[in-house]
């Protein structure tokens, strides 16, 4: 299979995108880093009964949300990079290690995905118990 120059332009402009897009996100992560030492200081205001939970646990939740956001981010970004490289250089390795990516970039997402929505439906069944009992 070869790839038509319309193919490389548009693989191109997609893995630019792909770049900016991971840019963004690493920003976000950042921000995501920076809020969660300065959880401490934002929560301070609340009374602690009223959170429920520690404030620290906050704090380490949006360390988490980082840790986990990171992962695709960077797959991203190396399939844009990858991409780039791969046209400019006609490199059929790098074209193929950056669709390698992108395809871990998916499978992390699904996977994420349907972990999350299990988790929701668990959440509806328990509340829907608790609210029979209650």
């Not at 429920?52 to 380490?60: D, E, T």
């Amino acid at each position: 299979m070869e790839l038509s120059q319309q193919a490389k332009k548009f693989l191109y402009e997609a893995a630019k995108w792909a770049t900016i897009l991971s840019i963004i996100g690493f920003i976000g992560i950042g921000l995501m880093i920076i809020m969660s030492f300065s959880m401490g200081t934002i929560l301070s205001q609340i009374p602690n009964d009223a959170l429920g939970v520690p404030i620290q646990f906050f704090s380490f939740f949006y360390l988490i949300l980082a840790g986990i956001s990171f992962i695709p981010i960077y797959f991203l970004f190396q399939f844009g990079n990858n991409i780039k490289n791969a046209i400019k250089n006609n490199d059929t390795d790098l074209l193929t290690f950056g669709l390698k990516k992108l395809k871990s970039h998916y499978k992390f997402i699904g996977i994420l995905t349907i972990i999350l929505m299990s988790l929701n439906l668990l959440f509806i069944i328990f509340g829907a118990f608790t609210a029979i009992l209650y």
